[in-house]
Structure formats: structure tokens, C-alpha cells
């Protein structure tokens, strides 16, 4: 599981969290979740926080005091709820006494019931939710409002598609993070409607116009 984790972090803590894409619930073999739990806390534990503009940051401030605060917020409820806490928490990251910034914040064995896992926190905060099999992950990706984008990971290729197709999200990303531009991006339910990039974006800027003609008879 290694090698999924750079993704993994990458996905859930773009822009600090603060991304519509932002991969925050993490989906595990129940089987596996233990292993996963051990490599997990220590990546976490070496992302660092501080001045974005610096190449060596992972995670900067969020945009303002209210969303720090709504992001705190949060993460009592998801230790009110019963998550476990597997890393961060509560309050500023070590050594920083002002600004905006929030520990980088990973629970685990959490229930997709679970108002951290059902809301868009917008900020470091991922949830682990444990499935048993392929139909499982599949219902509890889909058990959910938003319908904008998910990432599968996995070296079995065939298996990633395959569930991938049954993701009800507008994009879906198979082991990358990559973003292409002329595909469409835009999402299901909650997510909005419409798209945008490539020729799907720029229909929407265009004026169809029917012409409806039937020959006459002599």
C-alpha cells in the first residue's frame, strides 16, 4: 500500500483540503485497514505545514478565521461521532501560534453515516471508512450528494475500471491525478450541472438554432 499513499495525500490534501475535487473520503479493504492505518499515520505525520509559497510546504492556512473555525468545528464533530483519531486533531499544527493553519487530520473506522464523511469540510481533514468487497466500496462511494469526482487506486487495471464505471461521479481518476483539459469535467447530483473543457465546455457558450423543413406536394 505504499505506493498509493503520495496519491493518496496528494488527492485529499490539494489546496489544503480546500478543493471541490479534494479526495477526503479514503475507502479500504476492511481486511487490510490496520496495515493501511500504520503507513498512513506516519505519511501524515511527515507532511509539513507552513508558508505555501515555499517549495518544501505540503499545507498552508486556510483562506480565513471563519474557515478555521468551521474546519475545527468539524473535527469535534467527527470525535463527537465516534472516529477514531488517527493523527492531527484539534487546534494549530506544532510551533505555529497565529494564523490560520490546521493539523493535517486523518480518522479512521469511521461510518459513512458520519457527518465528516457526508459533508464537504473543505479543509485537511480525511476520513477512512472500511469496505468488505468491491460492491461494498462501490455502494458506499455512491451513498453521497456529490457526484463530482473520485480516484481509484490499485495495480489490478481491469478491476480499477471496472469500478470506476460504476462510480457515480462526473470524473473518475485511475491511479493519477492528472487533469486533462479537453475532457469534460462537471459533475452529478449536488455537484452541478453542465460542463466544462473541451468541446463540451465551449457548447455551452453556443446558440443551437432548428431548421424544420418538409418538401411541399405538387
Known sequence: ???????????????SGQACVAGTRILVPRHRLAEFEQIAREAVSQVKSGDPRKADTDIGPMVSARQWER?????????????????GGAGRPDGFHKGW????TLFTNASNQMHIAREEIFGPVLTIIP????ADAVAIANDTTYGLSAIVLGKDIERCERIARLIDAGRVLVNTLAHEPRAPFGGFKHSG?????????ISAYLEPKTLMMASTQA
Not at 71 to 87: F, K
Not at 131 to 134: G, L, W
Open 101 to 104: 493553519f490546521v493539523k493535517p
Open 131 to 134: 469496505y468488505t468487497d468491491d
Open 1 to 15: 500500500m505504499h505506493y498509493i499513499m503520495p496519491l493518496v495525500l496528494q488527492g485529499g490534501f490539494l489546496n
Open 71 to 87: 474546519v475545527q468545528n468539524y473535527i469535534r464533530i467527527g470525535m463527537e461521532e465516534g472516529a477514531a483519531l488517527l493523527a
Open 193 to 201: 450541472l453542465g460542463r466544462e473543457m473541451g468541446k463540451w465546455g
